[in-house]
């Protein structure tokens, strides 16, 4: 875990605002049979060689593989900016880019371009869903069909791994927890071309709307199966 409190109480104070004291962990356990893997844009475009990147693609298909041997599903998310040219956020490469690089962002995120394509290294598995976004999160109304793949198959909680930790990934887990699903970031699996954006995404996100955890922690506790004893209670 990116830090831990001795007396097991997280501190999810605003200086001057508000003080609130929590247990470290909201959610003890998701039910496996009802929890996703979102995997968000570990494309080519985004992964590059960025080493704090492409290093948590080991991680991310360790949390894929044990999600599906214990019956729930894995979502491989990426982003669309764009079609033959034409943009399909034009908010976005109008006004935050210059015109090269937003064109550059559109085309090399278009379907058919390489940079569009998931990491070669990524365990993609037939029975996997897919899903295109063109906008950082999901979640938005009109950016992807994501919500209709979840309830499919019952999901009600999500675990967040991908990049960058606190753009699309952070955005992503925040819109999905006022959607109101149980949701928890993996640090771990969760990458930014620099660490201080990376701490930054999993601090916020901490503060208010869900988990943190590492990959050995929802493997092993998030998503332990119940014990006999305990299911028969």
């Known amino acids: 875990f990116f830090f831990q409190a001795e007396d097991g109480i997280r501190d999810t104070s605003v200086t001057g605002v508000q003080t609130c004291a929590l247990p470290i962990y909201v959610f003890d356990r998701f039910d496996p049979?009802?929890?996703?893997?979102?995997?968000?844009?570990?494309?080519?475009?985004?992964?590059?060689?960025?080493?704090?990147?492409?290093?948590?693609?080991?991680n991310i298909n360790r949390i894929a593989a044990d999600v599906r041997a214990k019956g729930g599903r894995v979502i491989w998310v990426g982003m669309s900016a764009g079609k033959d040219g034409n943009s399909d956020w034009r908010i976005y490469h109008n006004h935050?880019?210059?015109?090269?690089?937003?064109?550059?962002?559109?085309d090399q995120l278009s379907p058919g371009h390489p940079g569009h394509d998931f990491?070669?290294?990524?365990?993609?598995?037939?029975?996997?869903?897919?899903?295109?976004?063109?906008?950082?999160?999901?979640?938005?109304?009109?950016?992807?069909?994501?919500?209709?793949?979840?309830?499919?198959?019952g999901i009600d909680s999500l675990v967040v791994t991908?990049?960058?930790?606190?753009?699309?990934?952070?955005?992503?887990?925040?819109?999905?927890?006022?959607?109101?699903?149980?949701?928890?970031?993996?640090?771990?699996?969760?990458?930014?071309?620099?660490?201080?954006?990376?701490?930054?995404?999993?601090?916020?996100?901490?503060q208010s709307f869900g988990d943190v955890r590492t990959t050995d922690e929802v493997?092993?506790?998030?998503?332990?199966?119940?014990?006999a004893n305990a299911a028969a209670e």
């Open 33 to 58: 049979k009802r929890t996703a893997l979102l995997v968000i844009d570990m494309q080519n475009f985004y992964v590059g060689e960025i080493a704090s990147v492409v290093g948590i693609i080991p």
């Open 96 to 106: 935050f880019f210059t015109p090269e690089k937003g064109a550059n962002h559109r």
């Open 119 to 153: 990491h070669r290294n990524l365990d993609i598995r037939p029975g996997d869903d897919i899903v295109w976004k063109n906008r950082f999160s999901p979640f938005i109304a009109g950016a992807s069909n994501i919500e209709d793949v979840l309830k499919t198959h």
């Open 162 to 206: 991908g990049t960058a930790t606190n753009m699309c990934c952070e955005s992503a887990a925040r819109d999905a927890m006022m959607r109101d699903y149980k949701v928890a970031m993996v640090s771990d699996a969760n990458g930014a071309r620099y660490d201080e954006d990376h701490l930054a995404g999993l601090t916020s996100f901490f």
């Open 219 to 227: 493997i092993n506790e998030l998503l332990a199966p119940v014990k």
